[in-house]
């Protein structure tokens, strides 16, 4: 027997029989009357049926030691200077409210978790908690004299050394490529954002010649070091997995390079000028006709994503990190079939108006349908996941719409920009799994190319 969208919505996490309960009146709405209606309640009902649970993680054992050690780190560095400066201390009133709002952030940071978070959600909250205590330290020392802005930046280049260092020393090993590509995109990501943390207290400094810029280097530093230590142990765990590693870098180069010229050429035939309006209107809409309408939302929305993956894989191949690229490749190459299935959705009148809280939902339904359909394709498990896990939060930002404070209860404009949203999961979530099959089957012939 084929399951109805109601035994799906069922089978996933954070729906529970409140929000079930819900479907009831959205259905007696839309069978007793075709009067269209946005009404309030009905609508957070639709908000209330849950979102699909897809927590980031990473195919690799994280251990329980190595987070409760990171987690150590911060609550030293927090520990090492007091609650307070006092004036007598620190005479400057300034700096003391900025110790204060950093001392507090970092008390949050390492307070506990009120979500379910996955291991590799916990490693990734750690950048942040070790990285806020290091402000508040940093803050404190150089207030008192123990610390200055050359200290920091000594250790900044030593960090940026180890960087280097790993990255230099990257092969891309497994035995599994559908493994081994997420895991190795998560690794990447860690080492990018180690990077990214140096260059940004350059570049985005909010103080200078002060006390808490010697602080808001020293976050820098150690959230740079909380990455890079991330991705050694992601890294180290997961190779520890595999008893006969197999080298896929050449694989994976070649491939990158393959899939960014195939995914910069399909891009190449949409308009390339006057913005996301032109490959809209490109398509033969009247952009005129569609303004205000779910439709427009949706075809902008999705070729947006288009252009998130193209840069990501341009990022990746530039910097030789090709598992970034792959995933970027992934993202283009879904939310671009999934703008042409949209194209045809549209061009069949569907998405002109959120007509009744009714079509929200049943919008919000197809995108959860789409995503259980896409999880429970067992072909290429691990790619489609991590894709997933992005499409999923589409759902998330859908809902907002209905918990912002810029929209009165019932505004059409958050049902409409809440249904573009849902549909732009459906879409995107129900290519995946195919898009899954034609990365890693490019990667399979590019390796029979390549000496295997």
Known sequence: MSRTRRDVLASLAGVGVAGLAGCTALDAGESDSDDPTLDPAALREVMELGSPAFPARVPAPIADSFLEQSRGRARELLDSCPETMSPEEVPNEAVRNVYAEAYADATAALAPSDT???????????????????????????????????DVRD?????????????????????????????????????????RSLDNADEYGRYADSAPRVGELLDAV???????????????????????????????????????????DRRAEYPEERGLEAVVAGEGFDLEQLESTPAKDLLVETFVEVER?????????????????????HTA????????????????????????AAAVRDAKLGALEALEAARS????????RRALVDIAHMVA??????????????????????LAQYATAEFAARETPGVSAWVLGTLAAERGGVGR
């Open 222 to 264: 150690e959230s740079a070091r909380a990455s890079l230590d991330g991705a050694h142990h992601v890294r180290d765990r997961y190779l520890a997995s595999i008893a006969d590693p197999i080298d896929f870098t050449d694989a994976f180069a070649s491939t990158a390079s393959s899939l960014g010229g195939v995914t910069e």
């Open 309 to 329: 993956g193209l840069r990501d894989a341009r990022e990746g191949l530039r910097s030789d990190r090709f598992a970034t690229a792959l995933v970027g490749a």
């Open 397 to 418: 930002r859908g809902d907002g719409y209905f918990r912002d404070d810029y929209y009165e209860d019932g505004d059409p404009r958050a049902a409409r920009n809440a």
């Open 155 to 195: 250790e900044a280049e030593s960090v940026r050394a180890d960087i280097e260092s790993f990255q230099r020393a990257t092969r891309y090993l497994g035995n599994d490529p559908d493994r081994a590509l997420v895991v190795y995109e998560a690794v990447e990501n860690l080492v990018a954002g180690a990077a």
């Open 377 to 384: 394709d067992g072909s290429n498990p691990h790619l489609t």
């Open 116 to 150: 379910d978070e996955s291991p590799f959600e916990t490693l990734q909250g750690l950048r942040y908690a070790r990285g806020a205590a290091a402000m508040a330290k940093g803050t404190y020392d150089a207030a008192v004299g123990d610390l200055t802005e050359a």
């Open 333 to 356: 190459e879904t939310h671009r079939r999934a703008f042409e299935d949209a194209v045809t959705a549209v061009k069949r009148g569907r998405y002109e108006s959120a007509e009744s």
